[in-house]
């Protein structure tokens, strides 16, 4: 293979990787809108804060550590975050959403801005705001394999970052289609009065939901913590989430796949092809560019569904 | 055909029960009672109250005065889904069915209160869970039957025609083995040949499963053939109650629908 072309397999390969990850942060906002119409600004933030819970039950100097002189294994931390997951999920329900039952998704959403804001205060002050080096023992460094056979540089957490997200896409979408709570969260997502009458508790529904997008959440929080260190800074990764969304539709699971790897790849693919014509540094901006002609050409994305209104 | 099974106790009483929003008076001082088995009516012209009354019977709405004794229980107000689980299932005058979902799931969350196992097993789709869901699915499938939709089973309702659509959720209804089964008008907007079917499925019901019916309709050749017992709303207020053919002698009833000039 010639080395240009390799080159480009190599900014195809770290591209995809790289939407992986986003792939992993618009899941969360996805679960939420399906199930609810909302869309969750707070969802960022939850991933910061799981991220932060897991490193204080795993960590040397982590609360754990401070407060009992041992640090927990891994596997229990995980669980007690996702434990710590559920619980938010059930005050979010108990103190927010409870008293919004009916009210315009614009309402709803203003909602999720104060959450995140709320939530990013109670971070702040129940475990502090400096950058936290999170080593859950997810393999560093670049893959050996994937070196010597092919020549290209991958690194070994972001290829298991990508056998996450397949598990997690699988395991939702059976949940989704098959079961009968799936099917509960759909039917509350389509009609609410429907939902009552057939014996759906809303309430249960949404600590539900959002239980699972935390624990969504936890799972992006995990890998993007492992890759930069748990900081403030991942909470803006929703941001990023964004582009991602419109691409690939804000109702659809697979979609929120799809659109991250575009997103990813045409990030790198911009950055060096195109990005020297503006001086570099379009990485930051080309998402949402890309996002906004997408708007003007398909706004339900690829795979969301069409909302036809009669005007 | 619904005669030879017997009419039983009361099965739900309403007493003394008033409803207002603001200052419109939606239901003043409403009291009537439903035997087990039988199919009763609840008829009056348009802004009678009808609508809201069934509302109440299932927990949309809480009536300011009054109570409500179901199945021995006597309570102020219910809740929707505490109303499913007792065993009160119903259908909508503007249809409520999940658009998106086919038939068949839609059915299936008819079975909702039914499933039990839990979220754990749920999200694996494993063991237990599996399990029960295949045994829910033949239930379903034995009213998709019963109801002669199996053409549509896959089909996502909201491309259904209305007729359909409404047979569909009589279906949501009756997945969940209802005690009391409400009926919004079940034969709004159809054609004569719809009528007849929700007719038959009505009475079929009835007959089959004895399970108890209230139903709301303006078809008055429908409602009278159909029912046991016909409580009659006007403004608000009841002015009937009895068999068909006392209510079609009753002046009041007469008067409400044909007009009267005071």
Avoid at chain 1, 190 to 215: E, N
Avoid at chain 1, 300 to 310: A, S, T
Wanted: glycine residues 10%; negative net charge; contains cysteine.
């Amino acid at each position: 293979m010639s080395p240009d072309f390799l080159f480009f397999l190599e900014i195809i390969v770290s591209g995809l990787m790289a939407g992986v990850m986003y792939s992993l942060v618009a899941l969360g906002f996805v679960l939420i809108f399906k199930a609810s119409g909302i869309f969750n600004f707070a969802q960022g933030v939850l991933c910061l804060f799981a991220a932060l819970a897991l490193y204080d039950f795993i960590a040397p100097g982590g609360w754990v550590d401070r407060w009992f002189g041992f640090t927990l294994p891994v596997w229990l931390g995980i669980i007690m975050t996702a434990g710590v997951m559920v619980i938010v999920a059930w005050l979010i329900e108990r103190l927010v959403l409870r008293y919004l039952v009916n009210q315009a998704p614009i309402i709803l959403f203003m909602a999720t801005i104060g959450l995140a804001y709320v939530l990013e205060g109670m971070g702040d002050i129940l475990f502090g705001s400096d950058v936290k080096p999170l080593d859950i023992g997810l393999p560093q460094g670049a893959s050996d394999y994937m070196l010597d056979t092919f020549g290209l540089y991958v690194e070994k957490l972001e290829i298991v970052a990508a056998f996450v997200a397949a598990a997690l896409v699988a395991v939702l979408a059976v949940f989704f289609q098959k079961t009968r709570i799936g099917r509960a969260l759909r039917a509350v997502a389509d009609d609410h009065q429907a939902a009552l009458s057939v014996g759906i508790s809303l309430r249960t529904i949404w600590v539900i939901v959002w239980s699972v997008a935390g624990i969504v959440a936890m799972v992006a929080g995990i890998m993007w913590g492992s890759k930069s260190g748990v900081q403030f800074s991942l909470s803006l990764i929703a941001l990023k989430a964004l582009p991602v969304l419109i691409l690939g539709g804000f109702t659809s699971v697979p979609g929120a796949i799809i659109g991250g790897l575009i997103i990813g790849v045409g990030e790198k693919l911009a950055e060096i092809y195109v990005g020297p014509l503006f001086g570099g540094a379009i990485e930051n901006w080309f998402a949402y560019m890309l996002a906004l002609a997408f708007l003007l050409v398909r706004p339900q994305g690829l795979f969301g569904e069409k909302i036809i209104e009669r005007v | 055909m619904h005669e030879n099974k017997p009419i039983g106790d009361v099965m739900l009483s309403v007493d003394n029960i008033s409803l207002s929003f603001g200052g419109v008076h939606a239901l003043e001082n409403i009291s009537f009672n439903i035997r087990e088995h039988e199919i009763r009516a609840i008829i009056g012209p348009n802004g009678a109250g009808k609508s809201s009354m069934l509302n109440v019977i299932n927990g949309f709405y809480h009536p300011q005065e009054g109570t409500i004794t179901y199945k021995g229980q006597t309570r102020k107000q219910m809740k929707p889904h505490e109303a499913a689980r007792t065993g009160i299932a119903r259908t909508f005058q503007n249809i409520a069915l999940f658009k998106g979902m086919s038939t068949l799931d839609n059915i299936m969350t008819g079975r909702n209160t039914m499933m039990k196992k839990g979220v754990f097993w749920q999200a694996l789709h494993l063991g237990p869970a599996l399990n029960e869901e295949l045994e829910h699915r033949e239930f379903v499938e034995n009213i998709i039957d019963f109801l002669e939709i199996e053409h549509i089973r896959k089909t996502p309702v909201g491309r259904l025609p209305y007729g359909l659509q409404k047979r569909v959720e009589l279906g949501r209804a009756l997945a969940a083995q209802p005690e009391l089964l409400l009926l919004d008008e079940p034969m709004a907007g159809m054609n004569l040949e719809e009528k007849e079917d929700m007719c038959r499925f009505i009475l079929d019901v009835n007959d089959e499963f004895g399970t108890t019916i209230a139903l709301i309709e303006h078809d008055m050749g429908v409602v009278m053939d159909i029912s046991d017992r016909v409580v009659v709303l006007d403004y608000g207020k009841k002015i009937g109650d009895g068999t068909p053919d006392e209510v079609r002698a009753n002046q009041d009833v007469i008067d409400a629908y044909l007009g009267v000039s005071h």
